[in-house]
């Protein structure tokens, strides 16, 4: 009876244990598919070559058709994922040091319409 007690006390450490682990594994704000970054609702990011290191350039009527892939107040680095402040004060989310966007007239999951725009400045964001 003891060692049913021990075992049962043991099993409720360890499940208590991985689960205290993935509540605090920080997640990726994005993830690949087909070979190219693509947001929470899996629409493709776009990276700018006007970007300063660290620092978007795009902002105000730019971001409006390159919507930023905006991050968390709270959010912080996982990884190769930085967090970038943007002119207005919020924050967006970056990888590799380059911040990365959306492009407003993607309408669904795959499209790469924005890659080559603007003097091909826009490209779809690789991992």
């Not at 075992?7 to 990726?28: D, E, F, N």
């Not at 967006?92 to 959306?102: D, T, V």
Request: aromatic content about 8%; charged content about 15%; glycine content about 10%.
């Amino acid at each position: 009876m003891l060692r049913i007690a021990s075992l049962t006390i043991l099993s409720a450490a360890l499940l208590a244990g991985c689960a205290t682990g993935t509540a605090t594994m920080a997640k990726s704000p994005a993830t690949t598919m087909n070979g190219m970054l693509v947001g929470p609702t899996q629409m493709t990011l776009y990276v700018f070559d006007k970007d300063a290191a660290g620092k978007s350039m795009c902002n105000g009527g730019c971001a409006s058709n390159w919507p930023p892939l905006m991050a968390p107040a709270n959010a912080a680095p996982i990884g190769d994922w930085s967090v970038v402040m943007r002119d207005d004060g919020s924050k967006q989310w970056a990888y590799k040091g380059r911040p990365l966007y959306h492009w407003a007239k993607d309408t669904k999951p795959g499209d790469m319409t924005g890659d080559g725009l603007l003097n091909n400045s826009w490209h779809v964001a690789k991992p």
